[in-house]
């Protein structure tokens, strides 16, 4: 069984900025790529950030510049640095893992999404 749960989310005025973390726990042997995903409302899923397992990084070209990911891989657990924070950055912000458990197995993890809000 794998956790992953997201957290620091809030609101914030056009301008700020937010950390946002996402940990993994369980029965983990592995964590390949991670992602971080958001959905504003009336909007399809996107993926704003990603992360391989060594480190290599891709944007969303909206927030190129503004956001940055990183990962421990020691402690299962990803970031979102998110400066200069824009009302159209205003989603529910996703934390997606694909992780090999100790069985082996490998599968895609979600977790339960934390609410970002800009205000102009």
């Known amino acids: 069984q794998v956790q992953v749960v997201e957290s620091g989310g809030g609101l914030v005025q056009a301008g700020g900025s937010l950390s946002l973390s996402c940990a993994a726990s369980g029965s983990i042997f592995r964590i390949d790529a991670m992602g971080w995903y958001r959905q504003a409302p009336g909007k399809e899923r996107e993926l704003v950030a990603g992360?391989?397992?060594?480190?290599?990084?891709n944007y969303v070209d909206s927030v190129k510049g503004r956001f940055t990911i990183s990962r421990d891989n020691a402690k299962n657990t990803m970031y979102l640095q998110m400066n200069s924070l824009k009302p159209e950055d205003t989603a529910v912000y996703y934390c997606n893992a694909i992780v090999v458990d100790r069985g082996l197995r490998r599968a895609d993890y979600w977790g339960q999404g934390t609410q970002v809000t800009v205000s102009s």
């Open positions: 992360i391989t397992r060594g480190g290599s990084t």
